[in-house]
């Protein structure tokens, strides 16, 4: 019994394959590479009073991803501001970002916004308290 050979061509095809799926995987990767270039993104925040633009010390910035759905990804970080009452953070991935400010004496604050340059600075004015509304008065 004799064994048989595959016939030449399909070797040949098959380094040809291989070299394309290969080819492909590093255009791919090349391209991905330099897209990651600026996929995060370094933000600065200044916290300030709305009534006279001073700034707001010792803040709590908390900061949680936003998924496609609208729903606030698991973790997040929380930043505390300066006596100039600015912080920042870098590598934040682009996308939707979900910003909640709390200081004592102030209104809780909280949007969405959307992270797309390299470099960002939200400015956040804080609002005092409102009365309560109440039905008895």
Known sequence: MTKRRAPAYNVSMKRVLILVVLGGLLVTSAFARGKRKHESSALNFVVVKETNGKPVRNASVVLHAVEE???????????KTDPDGKTSFEGVPYGKLRVQVLAPGYQTFGDDYLINQPQQEIVIKLKAPQGQYSIYK
């Open 69 to 79: 759905s609208g729903k606030q990804a698991k973790g997040g970080y929380e930043l």
